[in-house]
């Protein structure tokens, strides 16, 4: 851990500090996977965006399964698309998509 990171963890509610740069440490090794599922929901699409794309552009067959509280919020659609082998988009009102949770999507895809 670095120094921002110490700092954040000993704060208390209320504490603040001026800024902070990250993150900064090592990229994921994503060497030799030929499969993998990648998830997010809300604004952790943003997070999962660049793995999914590294992924696939290694030509990894790639899952993205993002979820949204509903389909009047749902990002990053078409970049997930491109990033990808299948794009599984989940709300939990059911307006668009798989109805559930990512988790429900996932453990349908797993079985």
Known sequence: MGLSTNLLGSMNAGDSILDFVGPLGAATDLDG????AVIGGGVG????YPQAKALH????????IIGFRSKDIVI???EMGQACTDL???TDDGTYGYH???????EELIQ
Do not use: P, Q, S, Y
């Open 57 to 64: 552009k290694m030509g990894a067959n790639v899952d993205v």
């Open 76 to 78: 990053l659609e078409e």
């Open 88 to 90: 599984h988009i989940c």
């Open 33 to 36: 996977i030929k499969k993998a």
């Open 45 to 48: 699409c943003a997070i999962a």
């Open 100 to 106: 559930g949770f990512v988790t429900g999507k996932l």
